[in-house]
């Protein structure tokens, strides 16, 4: 019978990570998987309940920025993959206070792939060795917003320039360097993916989609920033999950592969598509002081991944989009116990003023 891979999940009691967790063990018998997360506001052991009982999966409880502990956790599971997840994520949070930033997703990033490179490598001891373990593969998750915000027309390639606007996404860019830099220098097996925005089960209620549904269903106000007017590539975390997979199988070292829906919304619409779902009223929408930096619009040409490994979404925006506003109705108590006293404070000082 053949090995069993094990895969070193970084993140994954966040929102996309969770989900590519359920996907594996859901789908992929030859996988385990060893789940390393910090668990900072933003993770969740309680979207994992279901796998807890798996044997084929792990939870570690630590901090990629732990240098000694993350070595630890390469010496004794030995993984053969690192899809790392792992980061702070949201741009309202970086517009805060950038230092945890810079922490966890540049550093962060660096320790894992130390640790990942002298595990990896065939000849640990030497320094110049650039050979490495067969099959093993370290899958950086990085997104569109290390390239700016674009006007108009014309969507992002992976060659378009890194030109990153706000904390979060010049935090993703330095960790995507840093990732090239180690296949350049290092000869290191990595790949980068960069995906448009996620939409989905177990999405922490400070990103724009579950925040308005847990307001509309509450009749409170919806607080869209600015004219409403910013365009968004929507993807189902599904999606996303099919695509990484499709990387990390038959993904090329050393590329970067540019993931996306195709369906570009703006704001607006998808404050639209919530209200007429939950059949509350357009009144709800509240226009309030715009994000500073705030970009304008995302659009991914995602020609690459489909050509090369025959990844497309499986999703409309329209369909997927109801089906989640529908989940999240459906899991009232999920939404509830997330919404902690951490969240409510971050909520008053967030949208202090608002009717
Ligand atoms: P999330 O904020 O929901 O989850 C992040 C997870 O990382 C949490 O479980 C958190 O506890 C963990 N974490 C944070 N700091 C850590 C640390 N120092 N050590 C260990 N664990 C730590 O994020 P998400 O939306 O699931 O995003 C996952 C990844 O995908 C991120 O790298 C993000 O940049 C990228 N991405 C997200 C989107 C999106 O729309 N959400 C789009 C494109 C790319
Ligand atoms: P968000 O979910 O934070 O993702 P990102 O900034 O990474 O794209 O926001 C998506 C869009 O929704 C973005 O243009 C900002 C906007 N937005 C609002 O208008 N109001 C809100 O309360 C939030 C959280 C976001």
Known sequence: MARMKKVL??????????????????????????????????????????????????????????????????????????????????????????????????????????????AWKKHPKDHRCRQYRKGVRFIHISTDEVYGSLDGEGTFSEESPLLPNSPYAASKAGADLLVRSYFRTFGFPAVITRCSNNYGPYQFPEKLIPLMVRNAQQDLPLPVYGDGMQV??????????????????????????????????????????????????????????????????????????????????????????KETVLWYVDNPDWLERVVSGQYRSYYARMYRGME
């Not at 994954?12 to 030859?30: E, Q, V």
């Not at 240098?67 to 970086?94: C, G, K, N, W």
């Not at 607006?268 to 226009?287: F, M, N, W, Y």
């Open 9 to 118: 999940v970084t993140g994954g009691a966040g929102f996309i990570g969770s989900n590519f967790i359920h996907y594996c063990l859901d789908r992929r018998p030859d996988l385990s998987i060893i789940n390393l997360d910090a668990l900072t506001y933003a993770g969740n052991m309680e979207n994992l309940s279901l796998c807890s009982c798996d044997r084929r999966y792990r939870f570690i409880h630590g901090d990629i920025r732990d240098r000694e502990l993350v070595q630890s956790v390469f010496a004794e599971y030995d993984p053969d993959a690192v899809i790392h997840f792992a980061a702070e994520t949201h741009v309202d949070r970086s517009i805060e206070d950038p230092d945890v930033f810079v922490t966890t997703n540049v550093l962060g990033t660096q320790i894992l792939l130390d640790a990942a490179k002298t």
């Open 232 to 321: 968004r590539d929507w993807l189902h975390v599904s999606d996303h999950c099919e695509a990484v997979m499709a990387v990390w199988e038959n993904g090329r070292l050393g590329e970067v592969y540019n993931i996306g829906g195709g369906f570009e919304k703006t704001n607006l619409e998808i404050v639209q598509i919530i209200l007429d779902t939950l059949g509350k009223p357009a009144s709800l929408i509240r226009h309030i002081a715009d994000r500073p930096g705030h970009d304008r619009r995302y659009a991914m040409d995602y020609g690459k991944i489909s050509k090369e490994l025959g990844w497309q979404p499986a999703h409309t925006v329209e369909d997927g989009l």
